[in-house]
């Protein structure tokens, strides 16, 4: 008989990350049962669970930013590389102001707390985490995302942000760590579970696999992504929260070889790897180029011989994490960095490249006659008047066509950008207001072109066939924006926002926003060709 031996599933070495105290305040050791605990506070859990969710929002890791500059640096980046880290550390430098988020969609909240037998609290930490989280989305310039369900298909905005998805795990010793994660739409919708047989880890097969599964992430969710991909696992749902974890990072210190008792361990070599398949797929930082990953997390887990679970998961641009403890020297978050401007570079002349201006207040006809005129991939920089729709508000076109009553005038005359704006501060004229991903809208473009209007879009990600061929028979055209810099978009580029109908939509409703050279890429043109079809 094999002797018992237990080890840990995930055995993390030592944490080596720089944290900021916020207070000596809230926790507290007394003696109970001949012990010393540590007790916390209601009040400790929320105050940390609101700087953290504050921070992330606003701040980035060093490391990350570092990133984005080493892309500047490389002369092998593509010119549209470059732009797009160009803008995202602008786009940083903006929202480390504290005022404006990194990104418009501002996420779910998830928290993950590993709490020591020798830490008391009053049993409701569930909720002290959640008020946190109420207050951070309802005091501050973020937005709320949570949809309630009523009924199987009625739903309706829980207005705080709220439900927070709230992991509390017991562990040994006397502090009480977290994660703080805000995980986007985007960014979550780009997670995958593939069940696949044993013949997948013989010779090649697993980096071809992968190698497809890769380029159908697309750019929808904010590229340079931080990518995690997990082989194995004990269920598929251990497989997907492993791909989660070690997108924010917080599995790099996994040892890296394997042992006979299946502890989990990062395989460097083939993170190496995948990162080169990503370096030549040709999708780059959005628009074509090397950098579609800053970097790669593979990690091995143990599975039952019958299975073999793998999953992928992104952190996209707006790569938002952060650690916390509560421990005997008071409540500490991990320092991100209040200072993002040393990472830009001092000339930007060397970054610029040919841009066609487009006044978006001439007739549509004339937009669409200048936009033919050049190839897909072109830089564009958009002035004049846009119209904001996304999903909820191309429902209601589709019913106004279905009741007979035809496109209102503001979908014919203007393109459409797919997005929903955060809260707008006290002084600006526009939240944080950077696109929404495309193909959720895919199904409406047919049907409104044939109708007379939604002849230009404005977005961010990959489509699929049917606006491609909807744009060929109609003459329409995809652009597509940059995914992440919401910030700079409208410190910088919106310079009026209103509403123009179903306010009761709330952030999905219907908006008129007047830009000035807002950047844009031509995607797909209205002769059929699209540029991520040329990448497939």
Not at 365 to 381: A, D, F, G, N
Not at 392 to 407: D, M, P, S, T, V
Request: charged share 20%; with cysteine.
């Amino acid at each position: 008989m094999p002797e018992f031996l237990y080890e840990d599933l995930f055995p993390l070495a030592a944490d080596t990350t720089t944290y900021r105290k916020l207070s000596g305040d809230g926790a507290e050791v007394i003696k109970a049962g001949g012990r010393e605990v540590l007790q916390v506070s209601d009040q400790a859990l929320s105050d940390l669970t609101f700087a953290a969710m504050h921070d992330i929002a606003h701040l980035f890791r060093p490391g990350h930013l570092a990133q984005l500059r080493k892309i500047l640096d490389d002369k092998d980046a593509s010119a549209n590389d470059r732009f797009v880290a160009l803008e995202l550390l602008k786009n940083a430098n903006i929202s480390a102001g504290m005022v404006l988020p990194s990104c418009q969609d501002t996420g779910t909240a998830i928290v993950i707390g590993k709490k020591g037998q020798y830490v008391w609290t009053s049993g409701k930490d569930e909720e002290a985490i959640s008020r946190g989280v109420y207050r951070t989305y309802t005091e501050t310039n973020l937005r709320y995302s949570q949809l309630a369900p009523l009924s199987m298909f009625e739903e309706k905005n829980t207005g705080t942000n709220l439900p927070a998805q709230i992991e509390l795990y017991a562990t040994d010793g006397d502090a009480y760590k977290f994660l703080f994660m805000a995980k986007g739409g985007g960014s979550a919708n780009k997670t995958f579970l593939y069940q696949q047989t044993p013949a997948v880890l013989r010779g090649d097969n697993l980096l071809k696999f992968l190698d497809t599964q890769i380029k159908t992430l697309g750019t929808a969710a904010c590229p340079p992504y931080h990518l995690a991909i997990v082989i194995g696992g004990l269920s598929a749902e251990l497989n997907l929260k492993t791909a989660k974890l070690a997108s924010a990072r917080y599995l790099d210190g996994l040892p890296t070889k394997g042992s006979p008792s299946g502890h989990a361990f990062r395989d460097l070599e083939f993170e190496q790897k995948i990162l080169e398949l990503t370096r030549v797929n040709g999708i780059g930082a959005q628009f074509g180029g090397k950098y579609f990953c800053h970097d790669v997390r593979v990690i091995r887990l143990p599975r039952h011989g019958a299975s073999i679970p793998i999953g992928i998961a992104v952190s996209c641009s707006a790569d938002r994490q952060a650690l916390g403890k509560i421990t005997r020297d008071g409540i500490f978050l991990e320092q991100l960095e209040t200072n993002p401007a040393q990472y830009l570079p001092d000339h930007e002349d060397k970054l610029s490249t040919e841009v066609v201006k487009v006044d978006l207040n001439q007739p549509m006809s004339e937009i669409r006659k200048l936009l033919s005129q050049y190839p897909i991939k072109t830089r564009l920089s958009l002035t004049g008047t846009l119209i904001v729709a996304r999903d909820l508000a191309h429902q209601k076109f589709a019913e106004r066509i279905e009741k007979g009553q035809g496109l209102p005038d503001y979908v014919k005359n203007h393109p459409i950008y797919y997005a929903g704006p955060a809260k707008t501060p006290e002084g600006y004229a526009s939240g944080s207001f950077g696109p929404t991903t495309a193909g959720r809208m895919d199904s409406y473009v047919g049907l409104l072109m044939q109708n007379g209007g939604g002849f230009i879009s404005l977005a961010k990600g990959n489509r699929s066939k049917q606006v491609t061929d909807a744009c060929k028979q109609y003459g329409g055209f995809y652009l597509g924006s940059i995914g992440g810099p919401a910030a700079i978009l409208a410190k910088n580029c919106i310079k009026k926002v209103e509403q123009l109908e179903y306010p009761e939509l709330g952030m999905e409703a219907v908006w008129r926003i007047e830009v000035e050279d807002f950047p844009a890429f031509i995607i797909v043109d209205d002769k059929g060709n699209d540029f991520f079809a040329n990448l497939a």
